[in-house]
């Protein structure tokens, strides 16, 4: 089955820097990567998403690439702000399976 | 502002009980999947639904089992609680099976 590498686990930054996440996946049928945020006592949140046609993708101060070659996606935050402390879950999606493999985050902490 | 709301939001339960998790979706969205998420960890797939019919499972034993309705709620219920159930119990609702998931904040369950 599927199987999606996420790194770092945790991960500091100054306010006002940029910040990277990056994950892996296995199977080359997936087909849709989604990026997650989730803060404290609420469920995941949708960010960003790419789909396997495109390379990479931008809103705002987030983006992410994808590399379908190399089986790898990242999420980039820029200008990060406290509010962007949360944790940020990677995820793959196929098609045939109908369901979202999680990677298991990276807690962020946005440093003043 | 999720369009997913679940309930209750917290529920303690002793072993072997059984118990059942409520979620009402996105109006107009016929597939919702159940997440099971450990403290610390990504949410893991427990299985889908897709018109009121299962449309995919994960790797979860048989006294966990759901139900969709035509009204755009559903359940979760499990059987015969163990210590390992306890976690936080997710509910995520699509337009269609092709990504694009709304979570709500879940259900806290512990089991005791």
Known sequence: ?112 | ETGVTQSPTHLIKTRGQQVTLRCSSQSGHNTVSWYQQALGQGPQFIFQYYREEENGRGNFPPRFSGLQFPNYSSELNVNALELDDSALYLCASSLDRNGGYTFGSGTRLTVV
Request: glycine content about 6%; charged content about 25%.
């Open chain 1, 1 to 112: 089955g599927e199987n999606v590498e996420q790194h770092p686990s945790t991960l500091s930054v100054q306010e006002g820097d940029s910040a990277v996440i990056k994950c892996t996946y296995s199977d080359s049928a997936s087909n849709y990567f989604p990026w997650y945020k989730q803060e404290l006592g609420k469920g995941p949140q949708l960010i960003i998403d790419i789909r396997s046609n495109v390379g990479e993708k931008k809103d705002q101060r987030i983006a992410v690439t994808l590399n379908k070659t190399a089986k790898h996606f990242s999420l980039h935050i820029t200008e990060t702000q406290p509010e962007d402390s949360a944790v940020y879950f990677c995820a793959v999606n196929m098609n045939r399976d109908d369901k979202i493999i999680f990677g298991k985050g990276t807690r962020l902490h946005i440093l003043p």
